[in-house]
């Protein structure tokens, strides 16, 4: 298994690019089942869960190109000739299970296996399954797959007892070509899925509300497709900006999505940082003396779940005691153990973290439980005295584009063993 080595306390400077947003950019690739002709995305990150859904598109029967070195990726659906998603791919990625819709949208019928994805507590797809019925679906479970069927999807008055980003995502592309009108209540806020609403009101749907807990779509006969260039990866941004903070640098983040990091920015004002923002960029100021600081974990607009744990890592050597509520996910404070083997000191009760910042951590061996405990571990060893060793770093490629190579290029000193 691949590990990464870093030597930490290493002072960076320079620009540092972020790439497109993963979980933008793997629902909008799902999103082109809906059209029936070739179409261009850019901006796409180089991710293992992009190649994924890219396996998946193929699996189903489009024609698929993808340029890592362009970040393109050119995708001709009329070929789809299957409406199964298979066990091997959708078990590493649960995002795949968003081409739900857009298949039962098109051709009435999907068979898709249960997802897998990171484990950090239940995120179940009851959500998605309970509007696809709503719609007029006929849902089974038959030999690990779950089985959709309709004659015709029907527009109705859908409402999420929780916001749901994946579910919200999913039902707005099956609306899209659905007759009718549907209303989603208690819709995901995300800017991604905002994202996936402006490529679709390209390619021709009828979408209102995106960005507020309210969406209406009124189906249409046909998309038509046009070319499009995903939205940059706030949760990159800011694990960028955490990495800066975290060997107390100077940083310019390129392509920062400014307007999508609100809250997160305020929170860091709060520690004492500060932040130059420009058209297309936005400059790390960081304070000589931060001060612990308390947020929940919240649905967007709140401060996002998948920079809870990064934060936490950089909180760590903050003097004073920070407090961390976790709002969304359950067992996603499960990188805990790691960092207090580098030396933190975390308690946890319940769904609250309480950080006492030490005056340093220290390199140990260390293993990433998940995607972004992962980013966790590789802030606390960018800020730590000595080297230390991260392993399954596999779930880090879930959602870093060329992690070691951009940080190194700013002067992280930081590799791969392939192992």
Known sequence: MDKFIIKGQQKLAGQIKVSGAKNSALKI?????????????????????????????????????????????????????????????????????????????????????????????????????????????????????????????????????????????????????????TIIENAAKEPEVVDLATFLKLCGAKIEGEGTSRIRIEGVKKLHARDFTVLSDRIEAGTFILASLATNSSLEIIGAPVFALEVFLEKLKDCGHDFEIHQNSLIVKPSKNPKAIKFTAQPHPGFPTDLQAPMAAYLSTVEGTSLITEGVYENRFVYISELNRMGASIELDGNKAYITGQDFLSGAPVMASDLRAGAALVIAALGAKGTTEINRVYHIDRGYDGLVAKLSAVGAQIERVVG
Do not use: W
């Open 29 to 181: 690739i799902a999103a082109t089942i809906l059209l029936n002709d070739p179409v261009t995305i850019s901006n796409v990150p180089d991710l293992m869960d992009v190649r994924t859904m890219k396996k998946v598109l193929e699996k189903l029967g489009a024609s698929v190109e993808y340029s890592p070195k362009n970040s393109t990726m050119k995708i001709d659906p009329s070929t789809i000739n299957s409406y199964r998603a298979p066990y091997e791919l959708v078990k590493t990625m649960r995002a795949s299970f968003q081409v739900m819709g857009p298949l039962l949208a098109r051709f009435g019928n999907a068979e898709i296996s249960l997802p897998g994805g990171c484990n950090f507590g239940p995120r179940p797809v009851d959500y998605h399954l309970k509007a696809f019925e709503q719609m007029g679906a006929k849902i089974t479970t038959e030999h690990g797959y779950i089985c959709a069927k309709v004659d015709k999807l029907i527009g109705n008055h859908i409402y999420f007892d929780f916001p749901s980003v994946g579910a919200t995502e999913n039902v707005i592309m099956a609306a899209s070509l659905t007759d009718g009108v």
